[in-house]
């Protein structure tokens, strides 16, 4: 089983920025592609980011390519989503997920098997 639990989220100005963490137990962390996803009420669950094994792969939703960055700190199973330039439409429950199954899981929510609570983040326009 894999533990995971999201921080960061809060109440932020359009233009402003945000880090959220998750942090992970349970597994060898070097061993789990991670991926953001989010939610806002009345919509399906949307990819955001997602990071291999490594770090050296990487992919992010067009809509927060150039914003976000998603990294990874296998030392501290840690793995970040900086978003920066929020938007009011960034508004959502972010969620962390981990993939047992390959080193990079993709943009699939189905493809992850473990998920964290999740973390509102509101952005005021």
């Known amino acids: 089983q894999v533990q995971l639990v999201e921080s960061g989220g809060g109440l932020v100005q359009a233009g402003g920025s945000l880090r959220l963490s998750c942090a992970a137990s349970g597994r060898t962390f070097s061993r789990l592609a991670m991926a953001w996803f989010r939610q806002s009420p009345g919509k399906e669950r949307e990819f955001v980011a997602a990071?291999?094994?490594?770090?050296?792969?990487?992919a992010y939703a067009d809509s927060v390519k150039g914003r976000f960055t998603i990294s990874r700190d296998n030392a501290k199973n840690m793995v970040y989503l900086q978003m920066n330039s929020l938007k009011f439409e960034d508004t959502a429950v972010y969620y962390c997920?981990?993939?047992?199954?390959?080193?990079?899981?993709?943009?699939?929510?189905?493809?992850?098997?473990?998920w964290g609570q999740g973390t509102q983040v509101t952005v005021s326009s």
């Open positions: 990071i291999s094994w490594s770090g050296g792969t990487t």
């Open positions: 997920a981990a993939d047992a199954k390959v080193s990079f899981g993709g943009r699939h929510y189905s493809a992850y098997d473990y």
